[in-house]
């Protein structure tokens, strides 16, 4: 028989001896094993569930706003302008969709009683920007926008408060002076929570008809699309220039995308994961001084087995694996069960996460837990394994 299976049986036979100081011991590693892979599934979730909400709110977004300074008042050679949608649709090629928006306060009749709503007049090419979801009737068309037809869209809040007990498509709705027939009831497909120009309460219609409210026809946000996500920092710097160039010398506009936001997200994502990995380890220590202690207790109770194995013809290198072997069962065993853990748990919550989230279990934790845990067992078995190696068989014969 060669040294390392005789080394593996003998190993075998003293764990089965000590089955609950065992069992004990592998809880230590089971439970820092599981923490790895949660560990590891948490970080990937909340990274791809942040990150997927903040693309969800406009896919590759660029927007521009105009700021006013103390130095230089709002004048109307400063605002935002359709020709400025068209400059950004014409001279920049990663481009591929570009909007306006403009937003003002209005009122509608719900109950008897007027409300206050957020009024937006929107060009073509903002709900493909914005991500809107249509949840009745249908989008503008370009006859609508074109012909300037007192149509409207309206938030399924709004609609909820002014149509309770019926479909608000096909109904009139009047905003201020004007009357509108609601061909649509949308909502944002991940909500700005009001820090857009879409709030709780908003009836979207056609830019065209915004100059009967607002008095001119700008814009107060421009928004630019571009083709891929490696684009953003190109077109942002080139929607930039082109207002600059377009504009007199003394406007300031405030253009931004996604891109910091993203990589916050990212970093914030990253510190998350190293915290928690710190929590694993030092449960991965613990459960490693739990296995030294214990290998040193058996050290010292099998002083004569060791002593009479080394009578017998035994070598160091069969002691030394044979503490070695049980320590990497203990943590093997122990590592196998934890990750099976590990893995149930996200299984068994993803029926309690809403339908969009999920959790994903990463391949990389499952092999990372269980080198990890293996390993530490390893490691922290040496010292007793070593020893138990270096005994000499006279002293050994005589313990008691």
């Given at each position: ?94 481009v591929m969709e570009a909007a306006g928006a403009r937003d003002l306060p209005a009122t509608v009749v719900a109950g008897g009683a007027e409300r206050p709503v957020t009024l937006v007049g929107v060009t073509p090419g903002f709900q493909e920007i914005r991500k809107l979801t249509i949840?009745r009737g249908r989008y503008f068309d370009p006859v609508d926008m074109g012909a300037r037809s007192k149509v409207c869209l309206v938030t399924e809040e709004l609609a909820a ?240």
């Amino acid at each position: 028989m060669k040294p390392w299976q005789e080394a593996f049986e003998v190993a075998l036979d003293a764990l089965r001896a000590n089955k609950l100081r065992a069992s004990l011991t592998t809880l230590g590693v089971v439970i820092g094993s599981a923490c790895i892979v949660l560990v590891v599934t948490v970080a990937l979730t909340g990274r791809r569930f942040v990150l997927g909400q903040i693309e969800a709110a406009g896919s590759n977004l660029v927007w521009a706003e105009y700021v006013e300074t103390a130095q230089h008042s709002r004048a109307l050679s400063y605002e935002l302008t359709p020709g400025d949608v068209e400059a950004v649709k014409r001279e920049i090629p990663q481009v591929m969709e570009a909007a306006g928006a403009r937003d003002l306060p209005a009122t509608v009749v719900a109950g008897g009683a007027e409300r206050p709503v957020t009024l937006v007049g929107v060009t073509p090419g903002f709900q493909e920007i914005r991500k809107l979801t249509i949840l009745r009737g249908r989008y503008f068309d370009p006859v609508d926008m074109g012909a300037r037809s007192k149509v409207c869209l309206v938030t399924e809040e709004l609609a909820a408060r002014v149509f309770p007990f019926e479909d608000p498509v096909g109904k009139n709705i009047r905003l201020g002076e004007l009357s509108f027939t609601v061909i649509g009831v949308f909502r944002e497909r991940v909500a700005t929570f009001g820090l857009s120009e879409i709030q709780r309460e908003s009836v979207i219609i056609p830019f065209t008809l915004m100059r009967y409210y607002a008095g001119s026809e700008s814009f107060s946000a421009l928004y630019a699309q571009a083709r891929q996500p490696e684009d953003v920092p190109a077109v942002t710097r080139q929607v930039e220039r082109i207002l600059k160039s377009r504009h007199p010398a003394g406007a300031v506009y405030n253009v931004q995308n996604l891109t910091s936001l993203q990589d916050a997200v990212r970093k914030t994502a990253l510190a998350l994961t190293i915290v928690l990995f710190l929590v694993a380890f030092i449960a991965m220590v613990i459960s490693g001084i739990g296995i030294m202690n214990i290998m040193l207790v058996t050290v010292v109770e099998r002083t004569r087995e060791i002593g009479i194995r080394k009578a017998v013809g035994a070598e160091e290198r069969e002691i030394l694996y044979q503490f070695l072997i049980e320590a990497l069962l203990i943590s093997g065993v122990g590592a196998i069960l934890g990750i099976l853990i590990g893995v149930a748990i996200p299984v068994a919550v993803q029926s309690l996460l809403p339908g969009n989230l999920r959790v994903p279990v990463s391949g990389f934790s499952v092999v990372l837990a269980f080198l990890v845990s293996c390993s530490t067992g390893m490691f922290f078995a040496w010292l007793p394994a070593n020893q138990a190696a270096k005994l000499q068989p006279v002293d050994s014969l005589r313990y008691e």
